[in-house]
């Protein structure tokens, strides 16, 4: 598109252009695995969407636990350098007060931390006229009292908030149960291997020569585990998953109605970090008995099972086991990180809709929440 300037002296020098354009500001928290991907993802599509979609995409704050750079006209491509060398600390009233000092409109909070003290911010950005995005799990799964006020919330001041990257990282998973549900499809069950890191650890285990503390660190390596692997090895994280497809389906269940099998020998539980780290190996003589002992033909699945009178909004029951699934079912011919999906509704009857790809990966996951933002950013 060539540039158009009008006769209006006043207006000469204006680019129609640019004007049609929504300028969309966005502030990312967390610049880890997946939050350094999305700003160089966004920075290097950022001219293409604009001439395709007339938005222009301008990350005016990006922010991890210590530091964070403020830039009211936009990162560019060596934002990580910048931040290196003038990032400052702050707190998270600095980021709203820049936005209303520089009139900044049209605002996205992104959070890509798994921080539970940082979704208590939620509502302060709400209330400042921010739209959220999230890749961290923990708002959807704190009680049911704080989910629910923090939609109340969003509806007042007419914010959305977008999360698809919460269940199957880039799989389009919640809008497509929300779409069933909504249009009134009965979901009776939901199963599947809803952990990118576990299906990649337990196919590797299976298949592989190796011990299960090298197959941990690979997952670790590969980005595809929390920044704590324990909240993947001690289900938490998947459990999480599970709660928050449950309460997509307005079924009214707590963290702790999930039964979940945790995978971690005790004495491992409650270390820190770092000493949990460096004592992988504590985990290899555990799993190789299992393996062991394990049927011919079958692999371990850790599983995940929404089921029960899912009707009645306390009817559902919620558990997640390891289990030993033959090698030539849906579940047990999964590959690489993949993670799969399988909604039985009553339309359906016993073939479910299966949804199935990558469940974990910085890349595919920093999609997905590229893809939340391009959603909202199309909206009002
Ligand atoms: N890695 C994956 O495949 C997937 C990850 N997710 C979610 O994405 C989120 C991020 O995961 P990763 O990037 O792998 O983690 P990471 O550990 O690589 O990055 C986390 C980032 O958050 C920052 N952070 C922590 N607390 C903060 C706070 N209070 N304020 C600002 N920044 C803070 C850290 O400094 C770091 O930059 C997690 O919630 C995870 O569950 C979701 C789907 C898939
Ligand atoms: N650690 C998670 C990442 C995505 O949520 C997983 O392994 O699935």
Known sequence: ????????????????????????????????????????????????????????????????????????????????EEKTESGESY???????????????????????????????????????????????????????????????????????????????????????KLLHLSGENITRIRGVFSGSLSYIFNTFSE????????????????????????DLCGNDVGRKLLILARELDLHNEFEDISIQNLIPKDLRSVSKKEFLARLKELDVPFQIKKKNQTKDTVFRYVADLNGDLSK??????????????????????????SIFEIYTESYGNNPIVIQGAGAGAAVTARGVFGDILRISDKD
């Open 91 to 177: 707190n998270v009233e600095d980021v709203i007060f820049f936005a209303k000092t520089n009139n900044l409109q049209n605002l996205i909070l992104v959070d890509n931390t798994a921080d539970a003290g940082f979704v208590q911010n939620y509502s302060a950005f709400v209330e400042n006229g921010f739209h959220l995005v999230s890749s961290n799990k923990i708002a959807n799964t704190l009680d049911l009292n704080f989910y629910k006020e923090l939609r109340k919330k969003l509806t007042s001041k007419k914010r959305h908030y977008l999360y698809e990257t919460n269940v199957g990282a880039g799989l389009p998973l919640i809008d497509t149960i």
């Open 1 to 80: 598109m060539s540039t158009q300037v009008l006769d209006n002296p006043v207006l000469d020098r204006i680019d129609l252009n640019n004007i049609k354009k929504k300028k969309i500001n966005i502030a990312i928290f967390g610049h880890g695995n997946v939050g350094s991907h999305l700003v160089d993802q966004i920075i290097s599509s950022k001219e293409e969407i604009s001439r395709r979609r007339d938005l222009d995409l301008n990350i005016f704050a990006v922010a991890n636990s210590k530091t964070i750079l403020l830039q009211q006209k936009g990162l560019n491509k060596n934002w990580l």
């Open 313 to 338: 909004e306390t009817g559902a029951l919620l558990d997640v086991n390891l289990v030993s699934v033959p090698k030539n079912s849906m579940l047990g011919a999964l590959k690489g990180s993949d």
């Open 208 to 231: 592989e020569d190796r011990t299960f503390s090298s197959v941990l660190k690979s997952a670790i390596d590969k980005g595809f585990t929390e920044p704590d692997p324990r909240e």
